[in-house]
């Protein structure tokens, strides 16, 4: 069976993993890589306002054959106005006025 490794990065923490991982094919690791990354925001959130979190996949010899990423961003109200200059959200139609 082919063999995979890991790399990681939640926020600002990069982990390589050590281990070499056995999958049936590439299909399969790369199933599990998103499953990691779901499970890094499940984990991470709410954790502040930005938050970003991304995986790669590697086969033995070094290629990549995989990298996804999940970016979070939140504001408040008040953070919204003042990026808008001012404009509020309308209620109920998602449009800025």
């Not at 050590?18 to 998103?34: S, T, V």
């Amino acid at each position: 069976m082919p063999k995979y490794r890991f790399t990681t990065v939640d926020g600002d923490t990069l982990d390589i993993s050590p281990d070499w991982l056995e999958f049936p094919d590439d299909q399969a690791a790369i199933c599990e890589a998103q499953r990691a990354l779901a499970d890094m925001a499940k984990e991470s959130l709410p954790d502040g306002p930005h938050r970003d979190m991304r995986v790669a996949v590697e086969v033995v010899g070094g290629e990549v054959i995989y990298q996804a990423s999940l970016e979070f961003n939140g504001e408040s109200g008040s953070d919204m106005r003042a990026k808008a200059g001012g404009a509020t959200l309308a209620h109920g139609n998602g449009k800025l006025n």
